[in-house]
T-cell receptor
């Protein structure tokens, strides 16, 4: 039973434009959400996070939006750069979901076209 | 210095063998994890462990067992390897609730 879902396996965006990656979750006990970036043959690296008490968190070119009522979050990258090409994983956790576990989506492969 | 390191990076072995993957973190974290990324690229948690409790994902076969000699290490032992165990295994650690986890580079296990 997948509690975190990323329904778009891939996304292609022109350099300089906005990339929007989406994520949905089903467990209302999740209260902390993260985005990870993964290059081939490397482990996922943390990108940005948001607590459920916020609806937006911004860090440079990256902004995460959280819509709790819809159980939906999104990652915006603007402007997109070729170096952003990677697989992006959405993850969620919550104290009450047990032992600080992180539940991951299946990832979205972003390709930024120069 | 690598924060979370796992060895080996690649492991090719025959069915039926027993193998171990080592993981070490130098971040002072008290919780460590093993994740499996299967052919569908889904990152699925296998175990989480801190100095208080081991949480096992009930779908993980008991051929898989974590061993933690100390807080900085969580090794993964796999007995009687099967073809379906072929995957990339990631070790991770984190400090506490609602913080990010740091991942190792992964171990690509191929069972032939």
């Amino acid at each position: 039973d997948q509690q975190v879902k990323q329904n778009s396996p891939s996304l292609s965006v022109q350099e300089g434009r906005i990339s929007i990656l989406n994520c949905d979750y089903t467990n209302s006990m999740f209260d902390y959400f993260l985005w990870y970036k993964k290059y081939p043959a490397e482990g996922p690296t943390f990108l940005i996070s948001i607590s459920s008490i916020k609806d937006k968190n911004e860090d440079g070119r990256f902004t995460v939006f959280l819509n709790k009522s819809a159980k939906h979050l999104s990652l915006h990258i603007v402007p997109s750069q070729p170096g952003d090409s990677a697989v992006y994983f959405c993850a969620a956790s919550g104290y009450q979901t047990g032992a600080n576990n992180l539940f991951f989506g299946t990832g979205t492969r972003l390709t930024v076209i120069p | 210095d690598t924060a979370v390191s796992q060895t080996p990076k690649y492991l090719v072995t025959q069915m039926g063998n027993d193998k171990s993957i080592k993981c070490e973190q130098n971040l002072g974290h008290d919780t460590m994890y093993w994740y499996k990324q299967d052919s569908k690229k889904f990152l699925k948690i296998m175990f989480s462990y801190n100095n208080k409790e081991l949480i096992i994902n009930e779908t993980v076969p008991n051929r898989f067992s974590p061993k933690s000699p100390d807080k900085a290490h969580l090794n993964l032992h796999i007995n009687s390897l099967e073809l379906g165990d072929s995957a990339v295994y990631f070790c991770a650690s984190k400090r506490q609730t609602n913080t990010e986890a740091f991942f190792g580079q992964g171990t690509r296990l191929t069972v032939v």
